[in-house]
C-alpha cells in the first residue's frame, strides 16, 4: 500500500526518508545499477533495496559501507538539511548503532558544501571494542572525551583518555575507540582533505 501524499512528505523529512533519497541520489550521480552499489558496498541487495524505499535502520557499518562504495563522505548520505540555529539537546539526534559493540554515534553538523568537517557525539560502553577501517585518505579524526575513560586512535598505539582529554590522529590508517567505564562519552570531528 502506497503512503498518501501528505504521508510521503512527512516521510522524506524523517532520517530515513532523508537517507533513502541521499543513496539513491548518489547511486544515480554514478550511474549504479542497486546490484552493483550493493556489491561494491558489500551488502544484500534487498537490503539495499530497503534503504533506498525508506524501509529499516541501517548499522554504521552499513552506512559506512555504502558511503565508500558512493565515493562520499557517510555525512553525504546522512546529513540533515542545514539550519541557521540548531539545537540539539543531550539525548537527542538520531543515533546510528554499530553491529560491533556497544557503540552509538549522532551525527550532530555535517559538513556545508565547500567546507571539510563533521562532528558527532559518541556514547560507548565498555565491551568489543570498535575497529573501524581506514578512512580517505587525509582523514583526521578529533576526540574529546566527556565523560568516562577510553582507549582511542591507531589499532597499532591507541591512547587511554579521560573526561577532559583531547586526541587526533590520521584515520586513514585502521583505528579503534573502546570504553573503559560504562556510558563514556565523547565528541568526535572528522576532517576530510
Known sequence: MKDSPDAAALKAHTPIGL???????????L????TELARRAGIAKSTLS????????????????????????????????????Q?????????????????????????????????????????????????????????IVGAGRARIGPVEQPVELAAGDYISYSADTAHVFEALEADTMAVMLIEHS
Open 50 to 85: 530497503q534503504l533506498e524505499a525508506g524501509i529499516g535502520n541501517p548499522s554504521l557499518e552499513t552506512l559506512w559501507s555504502l558511503a565508500m562504495a558512493l565515493d562520499v563522505q557517510v555525512t553525504r548520505l546522512i546529513g540533515q538539511p542545514r539550519r541557521h540555529v
Open 19 to 29: 537517507l533513502s533519497a541521499s543513496i539513491r541520489r548518489e547511486r544515480e550521480r
Open 87 to 143: 539545537v540539539i539537546r543531550a539525548g537527542e539526534g538520531a543515533a546510528t548503532v554499530s553491529e560491533q559493540g556497544n557503540y552509538a554515534a549522532t551525527l550532530l553538523a555535517a559538513c556545508p558544501a565547500g567546507t571539510q568537517r563533521d562532528l558527532y557525539r559518541i556514547r560507548v560502553q565498555p565491551g568489543a571494542p570498535r575497529l573501524s577501517g581506514p578512512h580517505l585518505p587525509g582523514t583526521i579524526e578529533h576526540v
Open 31 to 34: 550511474g549504479l545499477s542497486v
